[in-house]
């Protein structure tokens, strides 16, 4: 079946370091995605998305690429703080833009 | 997040005993979700609701029931509690429409289940 997964479960990055979290997709007919983020205890929360019609997308200290040929995401955080230290989450559109599916979750852990 | 509020936060049940999980949200959003979270593993739907009178299952909807009782109300329900049904679940809801923001999904604060 069509999943969505994440390569890496665990990054550590020392604080002020960039981030990149990488998610792999394979329902190439899926044409939105978002990167939600989780702090411990809390319900994931939106931080950017991005649709299949861009490469790029670029928010605050957030970007996102996306690789359509080799169906590939990726969240970089730029001078990563210890308040970015979460769980982020990849999703993609699917059945017909009906449902979001969800990767499996890369822990960001960072060092002081 | 306020505007999607779940109760109870914390349950711990016994085998063989039916709870309920409820989501209230005050986004005025027609769509609404379950999901459940496991260590290590991503969200998993376990049903969905475009509207009132729409029920659908998601990937692991065997031994829950949910029901939408208004827009703003959507309920899970274990008939029967099982110790595999131990995790942490979430309610979300959105907007819908053709935008791709309007697909974006907001989360509860979550309900941690222990089955024993």
């Known amino acids: 079946g069509e999943s969505v997964g994440l390569h890496l479960p665990t990054l550590s990055v020392q604080e002020g370091d960039n981030s990149i979290i990488n998610c792999a997709y394979s329902n190439s007919a899926s044409d939105y995605f978002i990167w939600y983020k989780q702090e411990s205890g809390k319900g994931p929360q939106f931080i950017i998305d991005i649709r299949s019609n861009m490469d790029k997308r670029q928010g605050q200290r957030v970007t996102v690429l996306l690789n359509k040929t080799v169906k590939h995401l990726s969240l970089q955080i730029a001078a990563t703080q210890p308040g970015d230290s979460a769980v982020y989450f990849c999703a993609e559109l699917t059945g017909g833009g009906n449902k979001l599916t969800f990767g499996t979750g890369t822990q960001l852990k960072v060092e002081l | 997040d306020a505007d999607v509020t779940q109760t109870p936060r914390n349950r711990i049940t016994k085998t063989g005993k039916r709870i309920m999980l409820e989501c209230s949200q005050t986004?005025?959003?027609?769509?609404m979700y379950w999901y459940r979270q496991d260590p290590g593993l991503g969200l998993r739907l376990i049903y969905y609701s475009f509207d009132v009178k729409d029920i659908n299952k998601g990937e692991i909807s065997d031994g829950y029931s949910v029901s939408r009782q208004a827009q703003a109300k959507f309920s899970l329900s274990l008939e029967s509690a099982i110790p595999n049904q131990t995790a942490l679940y979430f309610c979300?809801?959105?907007?819908?429409?053709?935008?791709?923001?309007?697909?974006?999904?907001?989360f509860g604060p979550g309900t941690r289940l222990t089955v024993l």
């Open positions: 986004k005025g959003h027609d769509r």
């Open positions: 979300a809801t959105s907007g819908g429409g053709t935008s791709g923001r309007d697909n974006e999904q907001f």
